[in-house]
């Protein structure tokens, strides 16, 4: 059953032309819903379009162009925001708060009630030695001096997700909070290209440290099944993958290529482990009994990227 006003009215999704964006577009249109791609650049929705999406034009800080993008929309995927390390906390203010603020101002005056919105695990003071759940401390209500995710995250843009998160529950009648571990796929021009750069070079160093990584394919598929759980409706749910560390990246990648797999990876050389006995580690029940969130294996995420990287551009999802 689709949550949302009307069911054949589109899913507005922001930042559709951005990295998870495309892969929650491919999610939502290979469930077949009819897809609104709220995007800043309608030129590089041009793939989306070709396969029947609606494309329209509007940025955060424009509160009319925000409100004529969800107007008659039936839910709202509030995916666009600035990631890690972007600039000083008022740029993450700007976006990630004042914008989050203009869209979900707009999706009230149109009527629109019904969000799923991508929020992250950096929401958390990740502590190292406790499985995190949804109702461990946040960001901003953990006050100790020191904690493992200030050496991790970006504190301007947890900060600002926090935030976030706050107009969102003050706003929105409807909504569920998805909050992924770090993300990586094909078409990630941060975490899975540093990976690709690092597998390509004769010597690399690779931490053993284990990463709630998950792939952004699987991050799609709980998008699309929060939009269909009313159970899921003033939720938060972590989805976060096992964690999983550099080095067995590295080692898989190099692997799938000596098997014939990705000419941007090598099959030889050295991967040199640097031992950092931890993990990061997110309880995931939540999302795996609500959503059916399962994530996949860290090598199958990988073949995902490897055939994605050989595909011709607009071909992968
Ligand atoms: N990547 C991760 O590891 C990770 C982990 C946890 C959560 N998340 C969350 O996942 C979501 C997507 O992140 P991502 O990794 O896919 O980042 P991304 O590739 O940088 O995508 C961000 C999207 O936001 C759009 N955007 C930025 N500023 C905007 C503005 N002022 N107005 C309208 N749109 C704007 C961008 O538009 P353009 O396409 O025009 O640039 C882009 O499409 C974010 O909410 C992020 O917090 C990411």
Not at 191 to 206: H, K, P
Not at 262 to 291: E, H, K, N, Y
Request: aromatic share 6%; charged share 20%.
């Amino acid at each position: 059953m689709l949550v949302m006003n009307e069911p054949r009215a589109p899913i507005a999704l922001t930042g559709a032309t951005g990295f998870l964006g495309g892969h929650i577009a491919a999610a939502i249109l290979d469930a077949g819903l009819p897809l609104r791609a709220v995007v800043r650049d309608p030129a590089r929705a041009r793939h989306l379009e070709a396969r029947g999406a609606e494309v329209v034009m509007a940025d955060l800080n424009d509160g009319p162009a925000l409100a004529r993008a969800l107007a008659g929309a039936a839910a709202l995927v509030s995916n666009a925001s600035l990631g890690s390390w972007a600039g000083e906390y008022d740029v993450y203010q700007r976006v990630n708060v004042d914008g989050i603020e203009n869209l979900f101002d707009a999706a009230r005056r149109v009527g629109l009630e019904r969000v799923v919105m991508i929020s992250t695990v950096a929401v958390y003071r990740t502590q190292l030695r406790r499985v995190m759940t949804e109702a461990s401390p946040g960001y901003d209500a953990d006050t100790r001096r020191l904690n493992w995710s200030d050496v991790t995250t970006d504190w301007r843009y947890a900060r600002s997700k926090t935030r976030a998160e706050a107009v969102a529950a003050r706003h929105a009648r409807a909504l569920t909070i998805l909050r992924p571990g770090p993300i990586y796929g094909s078409g990630d021009p941060k975490l899975t290209a540093r990976y690709l750069r690092s597998a390509a070079r004769r010597v690399v160093l690779a931490p053993t440290v284990g990463v709630p990584q998950v792939h952004a394919a699987d991050v799609a598929l709980a998008t699309v099944a929060a939009l269909q759980r009313p159970d899921s409706i003033g939720r938060a749910y972590n989805l976060a993958g096992p964690p999983t560390s550099p080095l067995q990246v590295l080692r898989i990648l190099r692997r799938l290529h000596a098997e014939g797999l990705g000419q941007t990876t090598r099959a030889r050389g050295w991967v040199v482990p640097i031992p950092l006995p931890i993990s990061v580690r997110f309880d995931c029940s939540a999302a795996r009994r609500d959503l059916d969130f399962v994530p996949r294996s860290l090598e199958d995420g990988l073949r995902e990227v490897l055939r994605a990287a050989t595909m011709p551009p607009g071909e992968s999802s």
